[in-house]
């Protein structure tokens, strides 16, 4: 396996996740301070892991649903820096 693969996953899961954030709490990012911002992101990160290992986890046991198992762990991040944003 090649060694770039893992942080490149990272990478483009934490640009979708992040984009999903932006796209469903625009008012409330754009009126967020910058301490509130990186709370939101903050608890997207304590996340990481957990979601990062069971995407691999599906991906290993289904192969044929990595795509929607890559789609379910964005969205499972940007609840944890959405609901940060909306203080629910």
């Not at 979601?51 to 990595?66: H, K, Q, S, T, Y």
């Amino acid at each position: 396996m090649n060694p770039h693969i893992p942080d490149l996953l990272a990478t483009k899961l934490a640009e979708a996740a992040l984009t999903v954030l932006v796209r469903t709490c625009r008012k409330e990012v754009a009126a967020a301070s910058r301490d509130e911002l990186e709370a939101a992101c903050a608890a997207m990160r304590a996340k990481a892991r957990p979601v990062i290992d069971r995407l691999f986890d599906d991906a290993r046991a289904a192969p044929w649903v990595g795509e929607m198992a890559f789609h379910a762990a964005a969205l499972e991040l940007a609840q944890a820096g959405i609901a940060v944003l909306r203080k629910v």
